[in-house]
């Protein structure tokens, strides 16, 4: 048995890049920034969130565990808002990470909140969202999820099919008040990020082609509708975008439709709905943009295309999902076995997997990790996180440079955890879903708790 380390690289199919840079044993214990939620500390090794020891939350509320700073996701509600202005809205797309806690903090930091089930629009209306300050997405929306949505006065519908125009037809026939549709549009722009993250090519299921001319016939149709209201257009060409290229399409194609809609109409669209997508860093590769830049960049896309056609420039909105819920969460584990696989890397299993964090068998997505727990002196070692599950596609972190006195019972921590991981969680293997505990100002509380096995047994009745 004999441990990778440092310099030795992995010498297999599945390896680090040649040039991957083996991390120097004290790089061991510094925190990779703009990765880990802002108020995360490093101190003899032992990390803090929000002010509070790890080991302190991992001994009160078990692992894994996920650690969710308040603070971070309330000023990144407040750095969005800056940066896009008084003139544009910022709604928090709920599908990233859907508790009541987070849509009250995001509320009351002034974001909008965006939905897309009727499960989720039921967690915003009992979190005390302002109905007029939620859109309802889905691509598939029920003739209930759609009443319901229309009887809780949503501030938005976003029509993503024919057959939802005409269920909405039925729904608001002889109504007094009229709901505000935005349609959905499919840009055919090709997002460059994972195939599964990219939603304006043609080939996929989300809204109506401008390629073949759905979208403006969709357009027609609720313009048509007596009980709906036409405001204006929605585009989403994916999610974790680096770069504002694919934007600049979007907004162009989509500004060509809005010249239309006012030629054929003589309506010009009060309001351009340009999504969420906006990438984080996951690891020191990832070189993501500051949202200052970005804001500045897409309101600049807009202004400029808007005025090329000739067109009043209509309220922009965005709805971050991961810019504003990602980096706030860590997720910490218990280091279980520990195997070497000799002359390859060294196999950490920990006590979670790819129930709570289905991202790397889904998208390959790539993060880091430390030893939170203590500090350690021993050189690094190449090594894979790996979950507790039956598949060997459960890997947690695929390449990690972990200390080599590396034990049992040890707290790893994975940072950039808070989008897409517990929203995405399963049961697989019946194993229950971890809870999510916030951390403020060094005081810890539960915000969604540790389903139980009990819970798992009750939906089993036999
Ligand atoms: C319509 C829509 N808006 C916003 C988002 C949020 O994306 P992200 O979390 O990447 O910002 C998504 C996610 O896929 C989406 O489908």
Same mark, same amino acid.
Not at 239 to 244: A, G, R
């Given at each position: 048995m004999s441990r990778v380390a440092h310099p030795a690289g992995p010498r297999h199919?599945?390896?680090?890049?040649?040039?991957h840079p083996p991390a120097a044993? #004290? =790089?061991?214990?510094e925190l990779h920034p703009g990765i880990w939620p802002r108020g995360a500390r490093r101190s003899g090794g032992v990390l803090t969130l929000g002010g509070v020891d790890v080991r302190d939350l991992a001994a009160e509320f078990g692992t894994p565990l996920y650690v969710c700073d308040e603070e971070d996701i309330r000023s990144r509600c407040r750095d969005y808002l800056e940066a896009f202005g008084p003139d544009s809205h910022v709604f928090y797309a709920a599908k990233a990470f859907c508790s009541r806690a987070v849509l009250r903090w995001v509320s009351s930091q002034g974001l909008g909140v965006d939905v897309c089930t009727g499960g989720e629009l039921e967690v915003a209306l009992s979190a005390g969202?302002?109905?007029?300050?939620i859109t309802m997405h889905g691509n598939n929306k029920t003739l209930d999820e759609l009443s319901r949505a229309v009887s809780a006065g949503v501030g938005h519908i976003v029509a993503d099919s024919f057959e939802e125009i005409a269920r909405l037809a039925y729904l608001t026939e002889g109504a007094t008040t009229r709901p505000s549709i935005l349609v959905r549009v499919t840009t055919g722009v090709e997002a460059h990020t994972h195939e599964f993250m990219? +939603?304006?090519? =043609?080939?996929?299921?989300f809204g109506f082609s401008l390629a073949s001319g759905a979208a403006d016939e969709a357009v027609r149709r609720v313009i048509a509708c007596p009980g709906l209201s036409f405001a204006g257009l929605h585009s989403h060409i994916g999610?974790?975008?680096?770069?504002?290229a694919g934007f600049e399409v979007a907004a162009h194609r989509v500004v060509e439709l809005a010249v239309r809609i006012r030629d054929e109409h003589g309506i010009e669209i009060a309001e351009l709905d340009l999504g969420g997508g906006f990438g984080i860093a996951y690891t020191d590769e990832d070189d993501a943009p500051e949202v200052k830049e970005l804001a500045q960049n897409l309101r600049d896309i807009v202004d400029g295309q808007c005025r090329l056609a000739g067109l009043a420039r209509p309220r922009l909105t965005v709805e971050p999902g991961r810019g504003i819920v990602g980096p706030s969460t860590v997720s910490l584990y218990t280091v279980g076995t520990i195997k070497d696989v000799d002359g390859l890397r060294t196999y950490v299993s920990v006590d979670g997997g790819m129930s709570d964090n289905i991202r790397t068998a889904l998208y390959d997505a790539e993060y880091v990790c430390a030893l939170a727990s203590r500090a350690s002196a021993a050189p690094p070692m190449l090594s894979r996180v790996v979950g507790?599950?039956? #598949?060997?596609?459960?890997?947690?972190?695929?390449h990690a440079y972990l200390p080599s006195d590396l034990a049992p019972g040890d707290l790893l921590a994975v940072p950039? +955890?808070?989008?897409?991981c517990r929203s995405l969680a399963s049961n697989y293997n019946h194993v229950s879903r971890p809870p999510v505990v916030a951390v403020s100002s060094g005081a810890a509380r539960t915000i969604v708790r540790r389903e139980t096995l009990d819970d798992l047994l009750s939906l089993d009745v036999g």
């Open positions: 199919g599945d390896v680090l890049p040649a040039d044993p #004290e =790089d061991l214990n969202v302002p109905p007029a300050q990219a +939603t304006a090519h =043609d080939d996929q299921k999610s974790q975008i680096f770069d504002t507790r599950h039956c #598949e060997s596609g459960d890997i947690v972190v695929r950039a +955890t808070g989008a897409y």
